[in-house]
């Protein structure tokens, strides 16, 4: 089992481009979750999917949209990337939602310019 | 609001313990508790559960304070394995199962 999977590992855009980050699990887990994390300030909630077809905002949603593609896969959409988006994007997965441990992929560096 | 850890920082020499403090300013369901090597993804340690049993792993445990909603976390006689940063995340009642979680403690340990 590859675990989680997140593409690309590294990625540097100019302000205002766009891009999708992929994440794909294959635990036949439930629940689903995007965070970025900065330095000093541990992860934050973007986005997560309890199940399949349902997806929640969580603490900083503002900048990006995602989309549960179907059980396993779970996408990051920067529609219109900013500075403030350079951070480092784990994704991660869990049986159900609360309660359970959560599985992170390996994470993607972003640098916007 | 983001559970405020505590200490910052450690260093240890191999063998000797450490407390790694968590606490919150609302009501807890459940802290859960991750270790971070430097350029890697988190790794899951442990849940502690409201109204639950202090909790164990290897020579790591953790304990739950409900009145105080706060949680500690024992290194005892540490490793040069257990570098790293550990993070809580705490789930608050009634709100929606998230995770918040600290901004981490790097705890680093010498040989």
């Known amino acids: 089992n590859a675990g989680v999977t997140q593409t690309p590992k590294f990625q540097v855009l100019k302000t205002g481009q766009s891009m999708t980050l992929q994440c794909a699990q294959d635990?036949?887990?439930?629940?689903m979750y995007w965070y970025r994390q900065d330095p000093g300030m541990g992860l934050r909630l973007i986005y997560y999917?309890?199940?399949?077809?349902?997806?929640d905002k969580g603490e900083v949603p503002n900048g990006y949209n995602v989309s549960r593609l179907n059980k396993r896969e779970f996408s990051l959409r920067l529609e219109s990337a900013a500075p403030s988006q350079t951070s480092v994007y784990f994704c991660?997965?869990?049986?159900?939602?609360?309660?359970?441990?959560?599985?992170f992929g390996p994470g993607t560096r972003l640098l916007v310019l | 609001q983001q559970p405020v850890q505590s200490p910052q920082a450690v260093i240890l020499r191999e063998g000797e313990d450490a407390v790694i403090n968590c606490s919150s300013s609302?009501?807890?369901?459940?802290v859960h508790w991750y270790r971070q090597k430097h350029g890697e993804a988190p790794v899951f340690l442990m849940i502690?559960?409201?109204?639950?049993e202090q909790k164990g792993h290897e020579k790591i445990s953790a304990s739950f304070n409900e009145k105080k909603q706060q949680s500690s976390l024992y290194l005892t006689a540490s490793q040069l394995s257990y570098s790293g940063t550990y993070f809580c995340?705490?789930?608050?009642?009634?709100?929606?199962?998230?995770?918040?979680f600290g901004g981490g403690t790097r705890l680093m340990v010498k040989p």
């Open positions: 991660a997965s869990s049986v159900e939602q609360g309660l359970e441990t959560q599985y």
């Open positions: 635990m036949n887990h439930n629940s």
């Open positions: 999917s309890a199940s399949e077809g349902t997806t």
């Open positions: 609302k009501a807890l369901y459940s």
């Open positions: 502690l559960l409201k109204g639950g």
């Open positions: 995340g705490t789930e608050r009642q009634n709100a929606g199962n998230m995770l918040t």
